[in-house]
T-cell receptor, first 112, second 111 residues
Framework: GENVEQHPSTLSVQEGDSAVIKCTYS??????FPWYKQELGKRPQLIID?????GEKKDQRIAVTLNKTAKHFSLHITETQPEDSAVYFC???????????FGTGTKLQVIP | NAGVTQTPKFQVLKTGQSMTLQCAQDMNHNSMYWYRQDPGMGLRLIYYSASEGTTDKGEVPNGYNVSRLNKREFSLRLESAAPSQTSVYFC??????????FGQGTRLTVV
């Protein structure tokens, strides 16, 4: 089955700096890669996703890159703000068995 | 349009008691999931259901059973609760290769 590894597990940045979270996956059939943000005490919610036919996608301060050859994808947050503080999960989905596999999460702290 | 609804939101059980966590969706998605999330930890898959009438074990199925009697509902049962099952439980649904939607979570404490 799919295995998704996520690094780092914790990340502290100064407000205004950039943050990068990296994930690797094992199943070459995976073709959908979402990122979820979970604020304290809340449910995870999608913030951005990318499909295998695209190498990069941006949405304001958030971007995701995908390298299918190396089987890794990354989340980039620029100009971080205190409200970006949360736990971020990457995921990989092959669609075949309709089961999405999550990474272990990264706790991001943005220091004002 | 409620999306994914879980009940109850909070529950305290005594060791050995049983209970069923309910999850219902109004999004007509085939796949449904149950995860547990321990404090400061990631999401661990307990069971999932790719379609009505089918269920499969995830990473941590021991001590749990599930039921997917129809497309709308996916329940999780603890037959004999243990303190190790103290956690936050999330139900989620998904249409293949698209966003997963989570319920608001059930905070379960077993004493």
């Amino acid at each position: 089955g799919e295995n998704v590894e996520q690094h780092p597990s914790t990340l502290s940045v100064q407000e205004g700096d950039s943050a990068v979270i990296k994930c690797t996956y094992s199943d070459s059939a995976s073709n959908y890669f979402p990122w979820y943000k979970q604020e304290l005490g809340k449910r995870p919610q999608l913030i951005i996703d990318i499909r295998s036919n695209v190498g990069e996608k941006k949405d304001q301060r958030i971007a995701v890159t995908l390298n299918k050859t190396a089987k890794h994808f990354s989340l980039h947050i620029t100009e971080t703000q205190p409200e970006d503080s949360a736990v971020y999960f990457c995921a990989a989905d092959s669609g075949g068995y309709q089961k999405v596999t999550f990474g272990t999460g990264t706790k991001l702290q943005v220091i004002p | 349009n409620a999306g994914v609804t879980q009940t109850p939101k909070f529950q305290v059980l005594k060791t050995g008691q049983s209970m069923t966590l309910q999850c219902a969706q109004d999004m007509n998605h085939n796949s449904m999931y149950w995860y547990r999330q321990d404090p400061g930890m990631g999401l661990r898959l307990i069971y999932y259901s790719a379609s009505e009438g089918t269920t499969d074990k995830g990473e941590v199925p021991n001590g749990y059973n599930v039921s997917r009697l129809n497309k709308r509902e996916f329940s999780l049962r603890l037959e004999s609760a243990a303190p190790s099952q103290t956690s936050v439980y999330f139900c989620a649904n998904q249409r293949s290769n698209t966003e997963a939607f989570f319920g608001q979570g059930t905070r379960l404490t077993v004493v």
